[in-house]
């Protein structure tokens, strides 16, 4: 048999559906599972992209430009302008197929092989597998649990810049600890970024859900360092329509610009039903926003308080997105989470969860803590904590 690509091995399983199997023997056994593992919310994507869908009137399933319809990327300038960034759409916005291709595509215009990114851990898993498909290597600064996860401080960034660097990776708010990184946490990462001349790449797609009067401070927004700074937007979480599977790369970096649309054309063009719908949504009125963050606040508060009065369990209380880590007293997470769905349940019910282990590129970190996203609706969340903690009652007998 032919042998496989050495990218191939080194390709990450995802963290957050290694377990899936699991779940699945699970259900047939005639287990109810509240699936707090991946962030898949059960909002209602807004009535008017559903509409708009609908009552779809054409009669060819057309190629777009590479970098997207331009009504779309005019409409993402008119969405960009009501928070205070002005973009040129003709070319400073690139729609792609999810904010995953906006992230694969900027490594690949940004970086060579061997190139060094810094990311502060825990970070989303998947940015393990674009450095790969991108030949890159991720160096990871550690957050602690102890602070919320705050950014870890400069100097422990700057300890790490070697003459591979070229660039730090941000999510913010952050996926999987929903930290909201304030403007001064921002202009200290200019500065640093400034003094390299590395890229600023910030994964904002969370940045509508901001919590208990805290705002988001877009990187487009730091003076001095509009030729670095690289963002990554999605409609996946905003609108609660991740299979629309469309995204956006926008940059005022021209020259970058220019070379990932070569990259866009090698692929011909991002999704164009996901365009329509994407387009139609940002017409979604204020109010549905309104509504969902009193939503996940609710969900929020009867997650990270509820686990937070079980013994042993510390979980900070995010400010953003819709995700939390918990330090659990057990041995191993990634055990722990495989044994939840394998042989514990109660009163026929149990939860999955996702190993934090996954979420970190030092080794032996996250061995006690998971990520849960409180993506489901507030009675199961309930039923979720009450499963939880009998469980590490059982567990730790």
Wanted: proline share 6%; aromatic share 10%.
């Amino acid at each position: 048999m032919p042998t496989l690509s050495k990218k191939a091995k080194q390709m990450p399983a995802s963290p957050i559906r290694k377990l899936v199997p699991f779940a699945e023997n699970a259900k047939k056994q005639g287990k109810k599972v509240y699936h707090l593992n991946i962030g898949q919310p059960d909002i209602e994507t807004p009535e008017i992209v559903m509409d708009t869908m609908h009552h779809l009137d054409i009669k060819v399933v057309e190629y777009s430009h590479s970098a997207g319809f331009i009504s779309y990327r005019k409409g993402l300038a008119e969405y960009y302008a009501k928070i205070g960034i002005e973009l040129n759409p003709e070319n400073e916005i690139m729609i792609t197929t999810g904010g995953s291709e906006a992230l694969v595509f900027a490594f690949q215009t940004c970086l060579n092989e061997g190139d060094e990114l810094i990311i502060p851990e825990p970070f989303y898993a998947n940015y393990n597998g674009f450095a790969t498909t991108a030949n890159i290597n991720v160096v990871p600064v550690t957050a602690k649990i102890e602070n919320g996860f705050a950014l870890p401080p400069i100097e422990d960034f700057e300890k790490l810049i070697t003459p591979k660097t070229k660039g730090i990776l941000i999510c913010n708010p952050g996926n999987p600890t929903g930290y909201l990184y304030s403007k001064k946490e921002l202009e200290t990462l200019r500065d640093l970024v400034k003094k390299y001349d590395l890229f600023l790449f910030a994964d904002e797609v969370y940045r509508e859900f901001c919590y208990d009067g805290a705002e988001h401070y877009s990187a487009l927004k730091l003076e001095g360092i509009e030729n670095n700074v690289i963002l990554v937007d999605s409609v996946s979480k905003r609108y609660s329509m991740c299979g629309a599977r469309v995204g956006a790369l926008i940059s005022r970096n021209k020259e970058f610009m220019e070379a990932a649309l070569k990259f866009g054309q090698a692929r011909l063009s991002p999704p164009t039903f996901g365009q329509i719908a994407g387009e139609a949504a940002l017409q979604t009125p204020q109010s549905y926003f309104d509504n969902v963050i009193h939503e996940y606040v609710e969900r929020r508060d009867i997650l990270v308080d509820g686990l937070n009065k079980i013994e042993g369990v510390t979980c900070p209380k995010p400010q953003g997105a819709f995700y939390a880590i918990a330090q659990l007293p057990i041995d191993d997470a990634d055990k722990f989470c495989q044994w939840l769905l394998e042989e514990f349940d109660y009163n026929g019910e149990t939860v999955m969860l996702a190993p934090a282990t996954g979420f970190y590129a030092t080794k032996g970190l996250g061995k006690q803590e998971v990520r849960l996203a409180y993506v489901l609706n507030k009675e199961s969340l309930q039923k979720s904590v009450e499963c939880l903690s009998v469980a590490l009652k059982e567990y730790n007998q």
